[in-house]
């Protein structure tokens, strides 16, 4: 019941910046603001998934992968049910399929999330 879109990706030089969205809809997640958390993955060709950063959709903590640290900026917009990644000073090694997911609990792990978008792509050159 929850249909989560990605869009912001594509081609960037090293240092430079991007922003992802991540659209939301569905019944489930209107009605799931107390319990919800949204977070953002990547997965490079041939390595696993890896978590990036994650937000409680009520109140707004926040928890980020020590790669990304300083540099990326987690967001959410409620009324607009859209969640941002704000993605400054790139580098070649952020290059990967970004993913957003759902869920009810506030983990960096892949498999605790219920819902996930299809993918956008987000490729830096050095």
């Known amino acids: 019941q929850v249909l989560l879109v990605e869009s912001g990706g594509g081609l960037v030089q090293a240092g430079g910046s991007l922003r992802l969205s991540c659209t939301a809809s569905g019944l489930i997640f209107s009605t799931s603001f107390s319990t919800l958390n949204m977070g953002w993955f990547r997965q490079a060709p041939g390595k696993e998934r890896e978590f990036v950063a994650l937000?409680?959709?009520?109140?707004?903590?926040?928890l980020y992968a020590e790669a990304v640290r300083g540099r990326f900026t987690i967001s959410r917009d409620r009324a607009k049910s859209t969640l941002y990644l704000q993605m400054n000073s790139l580098k070649p090694e952020d290059t990967a399929v970004y993913y957003c997911?759902?869920?009810?609990?506030?983990?960096?792990?892949?498999?605790?999330?219920?819902?996930w978008g299809q993918g956008t792509q987000v490729t830096v050159s050095s």
């Open positions: 937000i409680k959709w009520i109140g707004g903590s926040t």
């Open positions: 997911a759902s869920g009810v609990r506030q983990t960096p792990v892949p498999d605790d999330y219920d819902y």
